[in-house]
């Protein structure tokens, strides 16, 4: 079944296929996956190619270069009350001609690939089927080609496609979906039109059921607010509070609400692999080189890593499955993939590896260094980032006892010496960063990747086994990190993470690639297909491969698991709410209105798309959030700079318009808005002059192939169409008054003083805004406090100097922590107390943060405090972080029974306005 959203985008995929992903804008349709006619290659209607196994590396590069013509890739997993996404319009069962040339096997209900072949010699409307491998099965046959091929190649539809039945000496038939845009004006008009072309749609059976909505309840427990007089006696001008006394920390527990958000996991049941059985995993042997002595648990993960390094296919009179891969059940010498139903004589290639994906703080570390002892002998390589790779070398030395130390190299830096296959074969581990990894495959910045292996460097080596620490960095498949890991040749490769999945399924894609799996799910289009929108339909088929492919490749145990037993002291986490005072509330209110005139504009259709809405709804919403932190945040307001960008055509790079271009590309920025090209956070923010914000490798590289915006498709003809970040002018860090207090504040202060009633408690305090920060800051200098701080802006030598403050000096009580910079690679466990004082979108994120106070080492109990402003937009982010907590759950763990609900960006906008 289809539904729809509001979120359109095209990108490119690695693989050679152009992926359409998320326009968080206006034509909010998420287009990444199903099956969809494309261009693909040159070749002709004669005989296809040989069937074989392409190694992931080959995969990766040669689909970067394949960058002449351009693809479509359409995921269709939108709620069908998102809006204007995509509809199932009909069905159409035909057949695929030419497959004598065919020699694989070909399977009933096989997913197979739809490509648009306009090149072909010997029809321009050619519609070319091949399997998930790439390999060519035939052609659509001629006259169908003839009707479809108009409406493909101007983006109209979207086919997704499996094999209807048995492949015969001449043909074999195909059962193809056909998909339309939501809008339904375009609709009306597009079906007319295949009407008109006698397209043979049939509608029976196609239309997408009515899902029940629920959401996950938080405690019912909801005090007004531990801030206590805040909005009492005063005017609606008054803008200093009065004093309070001081309150212990007791008060405000009793006065704040008990929040479990990890909870939201526990309310359904495990996937596959239960506590009960990891429990009973087998355990490896005390490795004689480690100094240190292993957990029980860490010892089995030892055991599963080993396993995994030396993966088996099922023998012929074995019913099992190997990572999807099973043996038919007649044909005991053909393999066939329960995922794709792709069926192949030759023996699949499986993925040596795996996913550890133990909670942070569980020894992950530890247990890859007993791994690099106790497996394949060889070099290891060891990628992580800047701020933890000196990590890894201090743990082994740690560690491993002296008699057995393994020969380290770090690998970075500019001074670092040229490299031979032979050089790297002198140590046991080389270390080395994403950066270094990037360099080592695009030099100089490069577009494409250089063709592998090299004569030098990272990829001039055959690996023992690679470990991505903190892996869940690869995430973005398209990123050069992705490629460049992907490419690395090993003979096991490692991910190593405590969040899997940060947004969305896709998360999980990046990884099963870089791994090595086969089978079709190494392909956006047929991952998307096969899992993502069936996943989030509910469709149980979708869960099960799901589950199959998280008992095979990924071990997560977490801390609260009781055979774990890490003895870690007792966590409390609080939702302290806080009233505004009447002038805060004031303020709140008249932004507030301001939003919801501009969500009706929206969703009452009273402009054409949103296009103009969006930018104004962009800014609020950032206004929002921050009058929850402290009014002097917003500064002012841009209105009538964004009045200048009302068309919804492209505006003329006129200096003025420039500057507003600028405003509107920081709203984005200061919005965490995500590259609608990768799906990811803004990377080097940049904006078109048609008002749509990408990341800039992104957007050089979509201009590079087909010089059309892919959100409206409007004409960039080059890279001077695009609009830079204005510098030193970020919202962030704008010139503020940092001496006013807020009723946020004065509530931080107070737990703050309450807290330092325990000599030896510390605290770290995270905001998203470094402005944020900056406010508080100037209070602590104000009340004496002594404090340190970490944000993005510092060296590492001076992050390393902070660090060292907050662990070792005692008077050095509070640190300010970017929340972005201390979501990875930091230990805090001099600290016992967190204060998040704002929300961020990804709970993932926010629970790395605190699992940097709360891990391995810890001896005090933690108290987590979540401020959050009553009545407001911060409420409503927790409701959406719940939702972001289940979708992580059902990589591991069974949906809730009658929820099937998955969210938009713009889907997210619009409930938190209410």
Same mark, same amino acid.
């Given at each position: 079944?289809?539904?729809?959203?509001?979120?359109?985008?095209?990108?490119?995929?690695?693989?050679?296929?152009?992926?359409?992903?998320?326009? !968080?804008?206006?034509?909010?349709?998420?287009?990444?996956?199903?099956?969809?006619?494309?261009?693909?290659?040159?070749?002709?209607?004669?005989?296809?190619?040989?069937?074989?196994?392409?190694?992931?590396?080959?995969?990766?590069?040669?689909?970067? !270069?394949?960058?002449?013509?351009?693809?479509?890739?359409?995921?269709?997993?939108?709620?069908?009350?998102?809006?204007?996404?995509?509809?199932?319009?009909?069905?159409?069962?035909?057949?695929?001609?030419?497959?004598?040339?065919?020699?694989?096997?070909?399977?009933?209900?096989?997913?197979?690939?739809?490509?648009?072949?306009?090149?072909?010699?010997?029809?321009?409307?050619?519609?070319?089927?091949?399997?998930?491998?790439?390999?060519?099965?035939?052609?659509?046959?001629?006259?169908?080609?003839?009707?479809?091929?108009?409406?493909?190649?101007?983006?109209?539809?979207?086919?997704?496609?499996?094999?209807?039945?048995?492949?015969?000496?001449?043909?074999?038939?195909?059962?193809?979906?056909?998909?339309?845009?939501?809008?339904?004006?375009? @609709?009306?008009?597009?079906?007319?039109?295949?009407?008109?072309?006698?397209?043979?749609?049939?509608?029976?059976?196609?239309?997408?059921?009515?899902?029940?909505?629920?959401?996950?309840?938080?405690?019912?427990?909801?005090?007004?607010?531990?801030?206590?007089?805040?909005?009492?006696?005063?005017?609606?001008?008054?803008?200093?509070?009065?004093?309070?006394?001081?309150?212990?920390?007791?008060?405000?527990?009793?006065?704040?609400?008990?929040?479990?958000?990890?909870?939201?996991?526990?309310?359904?049941?495990?996937?596959?692999?239960?506590?009960?059985?990891?429990?009973?995993?087998?355990?490896?042997?005390?490795?004689?080189?480690?100094? $240190?002595?292993?957990?029980?648990?860490?010892?089995?993960?030892?055991?599963?890593?080993?396993?995994?390094?030396?993966?088996?296919?099922?023998?012929?009179?074995?019913?099992?499955?190997?990572?999807?891969?099973?043996?038919?059940?007649?044909?005991?010498?053909?393999?066939?993939?329960?995922?794709?139903?792709?069926?192949?004589?030759?023996?699949?290639?499986?993925?040596?590896?795996?996913?550890?994906?133990?909670?942070?703080?569980?020894?992950?570390?530890?247990?890859?260094?007993?791994? #690099?002892?106790?497996?394949?002998?060889?070099?290891?390589?060891?990628?992580?980032?800047?701020?933890?790779?000196?990590?890894?070398?201090?743990?082994?030395?740690?560690?491993?006892?002296?008699?057995?130390?393994?020969?380290?190299?770090?690998?970075?830096?500019?001074? @670092?010496?040229?490299?031979?296959?032979?050089?790297?074969?002198?140590?046991?581990?080389?270390?080395?960063?994403?950066?270094?990894?990037?360099?080592?495959?695009?030099?100089?910045?490069?577009?494409?990747?250089?063709?592998?292996?090299?004569?030098?460097?990272?990829?001039?080596?055959?690996?023992? @086994?690679?470990?991505?620490?903190?892996?869940?960095?690869?995430?973005?498949?398209?990123?050069?990190?992705?490629?460049?890991?992907?490419?690395?040749?090993?003979?096991?490769?490692?991910?190593?993470?405590?969040?899997?999945?940060?947004?969305?399924?896709?998360?999980?894609?990046?990884?099963?690639?870089?791994?090595?799996?086969?089978?079709?799910?190494?392909?956006?289009?047929?991952?998307?297909?096969?899992?993502?929108?069936?996943?989030?339909?509910?469709?149980?088929?979708?869960?099960?491969?799901?589950?199959?492919?998280?008992?095979?490749?990924?071990?997560?145990?977490?801390?609260?698991?009781?055979?774990?037993?890490?003895?870690?002291?007792?966590?409390?986490?609080?939702?302290? @709410?806080?009233?505004?005072?009447?002038?805060?509330?004031?303020?709140?209110?008249?932004?507030?209105?301001?939003?919801?005139?501009?969500?009706?504009?929206?969703?009452?259709?009273?402009?054409?798309?949103?296009?103009?809405?969006?930018?104004?709804?962009?800014?609020?919403?950032?206004?929002?959030?921050?009058?929850?932190?402290?009014?002097?945040?917003?500064?002012?307001?841009?209105?009538?700079?964004?009045?200048?960008?009302?068309?919804?055509?492209?505006?003329?790079?006129?200096?003025?318009?420039?500057?507003?271009?600028?405003?509107?590309?920081?709203?984005?920025?200061?919005?965490?808005?995500?590259?609608?090209?990768?799906?990811?956070?803004?990377?080097?923010?940049?904006?078109?002059?048609?008002?749509?914000?990408?990341?800039?490798?992104?957007?050089?590289?979509?201009?590079?192939?087909?010089?059309?915006?892919?959100?409206?498709?409007?004409?960039?003809?080059?890279?001077?169409?695009?609009?830079?970040?204005?510098?030193?002018?970020?919202?962030?860090?704008?010139?503020?008054?940092?001496?006013?207090?807020? $009723?946020?504040?004065?509530?931080?202060?107070?737990?703050?003083?309450?807290?330092?009633?325990?000599?030896?408690?510390?605290?770290?305090?995270?905001?998203?805004?470094?402005?944020?920060?900056?406010?508080?800051?100037?209070?602590?200098?104000?009340?004496?406090?002594?404090?340190?701080? #970490?944000?993005?802006?510092?060296?590492?030598?001076?992050?390393?100097?902070?660090?060292?403050?907050?662990?070792?000096?005692?008077?050095?009580?509070?640190?300010?922590?970017?929340?972005?910079?201390?979501?990875?690679?930091?230990?805090?466990?001099?600290?016992?107390?967190?204060?998040?004082?704002?929300?961020?979108?990804?709970?993932? #994120?926010?629970?790395?943060?605190?699992?940097?106070?709360?891990?391995?080492?810890?001896? !005090?109990?933690?108290?987590?405090?979540?401020?959050?402003?009553?009545?407001?937009?911060?409420?409503?982010?927790?409701?959406?972080?719940?939702?972001?907590?289940?979708?992580?759950?059902?990589?591991?763990?069974?949906?809730?029974?009658?929820?099937?609900?998955?969210?938009?960006?713009?889907?997210?906008?619009?409930?938190?306005?209410?």
């Amino acid at each position: 079944m289809i539904s729809h959203g509001k979120r359109r985008t095209h990108f490119i995929d690695l693989e050679g296929d152009e992926n359409v992903g998320p326009n !968080r804008k206006n034509q909010r349709m998420t287009l990444n996956g199903a099956l969809c006619a494309q261009p693909h290659s040159n070749q002709s209607l004669g005989p296809s190619s040989s069937q074989g196994q392409i190694p992931s590396a080959q995969v990766a590069r040669d689909a970067w !270069r394949e960058t002449n013509e351009e693809f479509d890739v359409i995921d269709l997993s939108q709620d069908n009350d998102e809006g204007s996404g995509w509809v199932l319009l009909g069905a159409i069962n035909d057949k695929i001609v030419g497959i004598r040339y065919y020699t694989g096997v070909a399977t009933p209900g096989e997913a197979v690939l739809v490509r648009r072949e306009p090149s072909n010699p010997y029809d321009r409307n050619a519609i070319r089927i091949n399997n998930v491998q790439g390999t060519q099965i035939g052609h659509i046959n001629r006259l169908l080609a003839g009707k479809l091929a108009p409406f493909l190649d101007q983006r109209s539809i979207v086919i997704e496609a499996t094999l209807a039945g048995e492949k015969g000496a001449f043909d074999c038939p195909i059962y193809m979906k056909i998909y339309g845009p939501g809008e339904r004006d375009i @609709r009306d008009a597009l079906e007319d039109r295949l009407k008109e072309s006698r397209v043979p749609l049939k509608k029976q059976g196609i239309a997408a059921p009515k899902r029940p909505k629920k959401t996950v309840p938080l405690p019912n427990q909801r005090s007004k607010t531990g801030y206590l007089g805040s909005s009492q006696g005063g005017s609606s001008n008054q803008s200093v509070p009065a004093p309070l006394p001081e309150l212990g920390l007791q008060h405000f527990m009793e006065n704040s609400e008990r929040f479990r958000p990890r909870d939201v996991e526990k309310l359904v049941q495990e996937w596959g692999v239960g506590e009960a059985a990891l429990s009973k995993m087998p355990m490896a042997e005390q490795p004689e080189k480690l100094k $240190s002595t292993l957990l029980p648990y860490q010892r089995q993960g030892l055991a599963w890593m080993l396993e995994k390094e030396n993966p088996k296919l099922p023998t012929p009179d074995s019913n099992e499955v190997a990572q999807l891969w099973k043996r038919h059940p007649q044909r005991r010498d053909i393999f066939q993939n329960i995922a794709t139903s792709f069926s192949t004589s030759t023996p699949p290639v499986l993925a040596a590896g795996g996913i550890l994906a133990d909670d942070m703080g569980l020894g992950k570390t530890l247990q890859v260094i007993s791994l #690099i002892l106790q497996g394949e002998p060889g070099t290891t390589l060891i990628i992580a980032p800047v701020s933890v790779m000196s990590n890894w070398a201090q743990q082994m030395e740690r560690h491993i006892k002296e008699e057995h130390s393994l020969k380290v190299l770090t690998y970075h830096g500019a001074g @670092r010496k040229c490299m031979l296959p032979k050089d790297f074969q002198a140590y046991d581990v080389v270390i080395t960063t994403y950066g270094m990894l990037s360099t080592g495959l695009f030099p100089g910045g490069a577009k494409t990747p250089l063709s592998t292996p090299t004569e030098d460097g990272i990829f001039a080596m055959n690996w023992a @086994r690679v470990v991505l620490d903190e892996g869940h960095i690869i995430r973005n498949a398209n990123t050069k990190s992705a490629v460049a890991a992907t490419a690395l040749v090993a003979k096991s490769k490692w991910v190593l993470t405590g969040t899997p999945i940060v947004n969305n399924m896709k998360d999980l894609y990046s990884m099963l690639r870089y791994l090595g799996v086969t089978g079709g799910l190494e392909r956006m289009d047929i991952f998307n297909a096969i899992l993502t929108r069936p996943l989030s339909l509910g469709n149980e088929a979708a869960e099960k491969i799901l589950q199959s492919i998280m008992r095979t490749l990924c071990l997560r145990r977490k801390k609260d698991m009781k055979f774990v037993d890490l003895k870690l002291p007792e966590v409390m986490e609080f939702i302290h @709410r806080i009233a505004f005072r009447n002038d805060e509330k004031e303020k709140y209110e008249a932004i507030e209105a301001e939003a919801k005139g501009i969500k009706r504009t929206i969703t009452e259709g009273r402009v054409v798309k949103g296009v103009n809405a969006y930018p104004h709804l962009l800014e609020v919403l950032l206004r929002l959030r921050q009058v929850c932190c402290h009014w002097k945040l917003c500064g002012a307001r841009v209105t009538d700079i964004l009045a200048l960008l009302e068309s919804d055509e492209a505006v003329a790079l006129t200096k003025e318009n420039r500057a507003a271009l600028q405003v509107l590309l920081q709203l984005s920025i200061d919005n965490h808005e995500e590259c609608s090209i990768c799906l990811e956070e803004l990377h080097n923010p940049i904006i078109t002059a048609c008002k749509h914000a990408f990341g800039q490798e992104c957007i050089e590289r979509t201009i590079e192939l087909q010089h059309k915006c892919p959100m409206c498709r409007a004409e960039l003809k080059d890279k001077d169409c695009l609009v830079y970040a204005a510098v030193g002018q970020d919202a962030e860090d704008a010139d503020i008054d940092v001496n006013t207090k807020s $009723s946020k504040t004065e509530a931080l202060m107070s737990i703050l003083k309450a807290s330092r009633k325990d000599p030896l408690s510390k605290v770290v305090i995270f905001s998203q805004w470094t402005s944020f920060l900056n406010i508080i800051q100037a209070q602590l200098e104000e009340a004496n406090m002594k404090y340190t701080r #970490i944000d993005g802006a510092m060296s590492v030598p001076k992050r390393d100097a902070a660090m060292t403050a907050l662990d070792q000096d005692p008077e050095c009580r509070i640190m300010l922590a970017s929340l972005a910079v201390c979501s990875v690679g930091l230990n805090l466990v001099a600290a016992d107390t967190v204060i998040l004082a704002d929300s961020w979108w990804s709970p993932a #994120i926010e629970d790395q943060a605190v699992d940097r106070v709360n891990r391995l080492g810890q001896t !005090r109990p933690v108290s987590v405090w979540r401020l959050v402003m009553e009545g407001s937009i911060e409420e409503r982010v927790l409701d959406i972080q719940t939702e972001k907590r289940k979708l992580v759950s059902k990589a591991f763990q069974e949906t809730v029974k009658g929820v099937k609900e998955k969210t938009t960006r713009m889907g997210d906008i619009l409930k938190l306005i209410g």
